[in-house]
Nanobody, 127 residues
Framework: QVQPVESGGGSVQAGGSLRLSCVVS????????MGWFRQAPGKEREGVAS????????VYADSVKGRFTISQDNAKNTVYLQMTSLKPEDTAMYYC????????????????????WGQGTQVTVSS
């Protein structure tokens, strides 16, 4: 299976936490940027966080800095998104994506630089 597979979404109250997981084929895991994106109804897809699997370097959207943490487990070809202090405006479908292998992703929060996409997992935060 090449496409990423997300899990861990759900419904929480504001201030709560969730951890999303993304499992992907090792073939497309190594040496790539792995990103989390989200899309709320009526809004454009936006980049949330990204991690480069070779060195663990991370990038975050300003809207989630200090609240979300992206991490990786290389042994499991898995990327996580730990979300804390959730707000109603975080409500969206969250997608995991694997970036293109060459040329390397230059703008980690730009969806057009990602080749493989999961089906998404819904996150709903109530006030």
């Amino acid at each position: 299976q090449v496409q990423p597979v997300e899990s861990g979404g759900g419904s929480v109250q504001a201030g709560g936490s969730l951890r999303l997981s993304c499992v992907v084929s090792r073939y497309i895991y190594l040496g790539r940027s792995m990103g989390w994106f989200r899309q709320a109804p009526g809004k454009e897809r936006e980049g949330v966080a990204s991690i480069y699997t070779d060195d663990g370097s991370t990038v975050y959207a300003d809207s989630v800095k200090g609240r979300f943490t992206i991490s990786q487990d290389n042994a499991k070809n898995t990327v996580y998104l730990q979300m804390t202090s959730l707000k109603p405006e975080d409500t969206a479908m969250y997608y995991c994506a694997a970036g293109r292998d060459w040329p390397r992703v230059r703008n980690p929060l730009t969806s057009s630089e990602y080749d493989y996409w999961g089906q998404g997992t819904q996150v709903t935060v109530s006030s």
